[in-house]
């Protein structure tokens, strides 16, 4: 298959994708990433048997196999699948957090200088931290453009928060 696709010159717009590569037998099908924002991951997963799992990329129509997913049991008339991004790294927030920056008193490896500023993309903002304020009683979400190096490494928000994180607040990065 020919893929001309230029990014940045060409525009996303909705026209059919190419077929799937295989046909659905009971309890096989399709999943994708329901976000509306900058975050989501714009594959579209194919689940085609237990031993098949595809994607095609909406954006620039591409499409592959990915690893044997090497999976158990049958699947059966009415099982459905479900996109749920997943959470890595979470933990406690400590004393000098800021509405822009975050101190964090727990992480679970060390973390090197502004590794979570950057997902490897040019021009693309870093990991999305969520802000978990216990004492204020919010939850706000925000993109990392800057941390120091560590096992417990401070945040940098691009925007700041409606409040000032405290000692026992909380954060999930999600990645």
């Given at each position: 298959m020919l893929n001309n696709w230029i990014n940045g010159i060409d525009l996303p717009m909705w026209r059919p994708l190419i077929?799937?590569?295989a046909t659905h037998s009971a309890g096989?099908?399709?999943c994708?990433?329901?976000r509306n924002?900058?975050?989501r991951n714009p594959f579209v997963?194919?689940?085609s048997?237990?031993?098949?799992l595809n994607r095609i990329n909406m954006i620039s129509k591409g499409e592959h196999t990915t690893v044997n997913p090497a999976l158990g049991g049958t699947f059966g008339a009415g099982v459905t699948h479900e996109y749920v991004p997943s959470r890595q790294l979470e933990g406690n927030i400590t004393t000098g957090s800021t509405?822009?920056?975050i101190v964090t008193s727990t992480v679970i490896t060390s973390i090197g200088l502004n590794m979570l500023a950057n997902r490897g993309g040019s021009g693309e903002l870093g990991f999305k931290i969520r802000i978990i304020g216990k004492s204020a009683g919010k939850i706000e979400e925000r993109w990392i453009v800057g941390n120091t190096a560590g096992t417990t490494p401070s945040i940098?928000?691009?925007t700041p928060l409606s409040f000032t994180p405290t000692t026992g607040d909380t954060y999930e990065l999600l990645a």
């Open positions: 077929g799937t590569r096989i099908g399709l994708s990433d329901k924002d900058r975050s997963y194919q689940l048997s237990n031993s098949a509405t822009e920056k940098w928000l691009d």
